[in-house]
């Protein structure tokens, strides 16, 4: 087990006591408290980060309002732009290092993390060039009279970020390129079991130039922290990505002054293959569709529908390539599924291997942990469910982990019917050859993002938003950047 090596550990964790990051500067929990983060694929303790509570939301939210007020509301939307320039200029040059703490935080192989490099950058290159985008509008009204009407934005204001821990590195930069590009502040709450990068990630962006205030990182627990911040009367707006359950939460707790809120939920998500598909990518697509991130990812293909007539083969050709899935030490090359982030979370992968076999689907391989010199580490390997219905419950819920699950179907409208039978609606896919086919799935799946004969691809200038349970408020693209503005109507009379 190579996981860890000391020759390959970030200068950052050399103090493995992380602070709060406000207002520029380190700060312990008004309390003292911390909590520990642990390696997944060792399930040794990582480094302690400080526990937040209300006290210090309350002075993390006070430094982003002052930064709001203060020289940050002076720069020009040319300034901004410059200034994100220089911050991607310097999360390039510090990639491998926040690659690497992802690796050790979350458990993705150090090949995945790295491979997110030109994701990244593209992302923050894009919200830098939205801060020169947006604008108002003059429109052309029906009043009786001399009157110019007109449109103005301004920005929210505080923005809250509570990011989820299956991709730090990628989650906090739809919070903080929306701020940025807007002249919103930002106090974001990363998820307990993997802070580093964004605390890593806030520090680099002073190191750029963004003035002290403007992000600010208050690491804790959800129901602390993170309760505090979604109910915090100085927070204007909570960008939020995780569970179902929690995103109801934020909805409640964010009521008191009318928060506005923007919701990347959970998900279901369908993969249908067609019988005319070219099974040479359907079966890989399909496949890591599912196991991605050790399926820890929102929109994975969970639920794979395969057209009745090919399901022998389908199902045959997907044990064979899980069988050839490199699961292991994330830093092994090669490797391509890491652990689990959480023994929580292998514990609730694992209940659902029993639930499945209980509820009568067939295992066709996986559903163990992986032995050896990798028992102390969460990995479970990659797994399918075949002749699974979509009312049992592995259809059902989202258990996060790579478990896959085939269902037949016979016709396209049944294919449709059960895509969207589930209170999830975030993504979806279709492998056909059929233009026809493929043109009534895009327009029948009730899901927010659609991939044809490919999956899980994503730009940050391409919006979605969750159908039903999935959450709301567009994500990605000019609108996402809106979210982080207000409109201003303005009448203006001539005479
Ligand atoms: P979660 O929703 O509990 O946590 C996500 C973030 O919300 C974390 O930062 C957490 O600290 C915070 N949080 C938790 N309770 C909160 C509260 N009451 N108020 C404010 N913030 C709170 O998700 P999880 O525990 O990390 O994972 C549980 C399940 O959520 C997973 O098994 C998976 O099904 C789902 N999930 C979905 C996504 C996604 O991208 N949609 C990401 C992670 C997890």
């Known amino acids: 087990m190579t996981a860890t090596p000391s020759a390959i550990r970030p200068d950052f964790l050399s103090n493995p006591e992380k602070l709060h990051f406000i207002d520029g500067q380190w700060q312990p929990s008004l309390t003292g ?21 209300q006290q210090d939301v309350d002075v993390a939210v006070a430094a982003a309002r002052r930064a709001f007020e203060g020289s940050w509301s002076r720069f020009t939307p040319h300034e901004r732009y410059a200034l994100m320039l220089r911050v991607c200029d310097v999360i390039e040059r510090n990639f491998d290092e926040l690659a690497l703490l992802d690796t050790l935080d979350m458990g993705a192989p150090l090949s995945r993390t790295k491979a997110m490099k030109d994701g990244l950058i593209k992302t923050i290159m894009y919200f830098a060039s939205q801060a020169m985008s947006w604008s108002g509008s003059t429109i052309p009204n029906s009043l009786s009279g001399n009157y110019t009407t007109l449109t103005l934005k301004a920005p929210v204001g505080v923005i809250g970020g509570i990011t989820p821990w299956n991709a730090p590195l990628i989650s906090m930069w739809w919070i903080m390129g929306g701020a940025l590009a807007t002249g919103c502040t930002a106090v974001i709450k990363p998820a307990e079991d993997a802070s580093l990068t964004t605390l890593r990630t806030a520090e680099l962006l002073v190191e750029a130039g963004v003035p002290a205030g403007v ?33 109801r939460e934020i909805i409640k707790a964010s009521a008191g002054n009318m928060k506005r809120i923007q919701l990347e939920l959970g998900g279901k998500s369908p993969d249908i293959v067609f019988a005319d598909a070219n099974l040479d990518k359907a079966v890989p697509g399909a496949a890591m569709g599912v196991y991605n991130n ?20 389908f199902v045959s050709r997907l044990v064979d390539f899980t069988k050839s899935i490199k699961t292991g030490d994330p ?57 699974v219905r979509n009312d049992m419950r592995i259809a059902r819920e989202e258990i996060f982990g790579p478990v896959a699950s085939v269902i037949p179907f016979d016709t396209a409208e049944e294919a449709l019917r059960l895509a969207n039978d589930t209170e ?72």
């Open 33 to 53: 408290e911390s909590l520990q983060t642990f390696n997944p694929a060792t399930g040794k303790v990582l480094a302690t980060v400080a526990r937040g509570r």
């Open 215 to 247: 992000i600010n990182v208050v690491t804790g627990y959800g129901n602390e922290a993170g309760a505090a911040l979604a109910a915090h009367m100085g927070v204007d707006r909570i960008a939020f990505t995780g569970s179902t359950v929690t995103g």
């Open 294 to 313: 050790s399926g820890q990812i929102c929109s994975a293909g969970t639920r794979i529908f395969v057209q009745r007539s090919i399901q022998e083969e």
């Open 331 to 387: 830093f092994e090359p090669g490797v391509q599924l890491g652990p689990l982030v959480s023994k929580r979370q292998l514990d609730r992968v694992m209940s659902y291997m029993s639930i499945g076999v209980e509820d009568g689907a067939r295992m066709a391989i996986g559903g163990n942990r992986l032995e050896g010199e990798l028992a102390e580490g969460y990995f479970v390997a990659p797994t399918v469910f075949d002749s």
């Open 424 to 495: 999830y609606g975030l993504g979806g896919a279709v492998w056909t050859t059929n233009v026809s086919t493929m043109s009534k799935m895009i327009h029948g799946i009730k899901a927010g993002k659609l991939w044809v004969n490919c999956y899980g691809l994503a730009d940050a200038a391409v919006g979605f938003s969750g159908y039903k349970q999935s959450g709301y408020g567009i994500k990605g693209g000019a609108q996402h950047v809106e979210g982080f503005l207000y409109e201003k109507s303005v009448c203006i009379n001539g005479d």
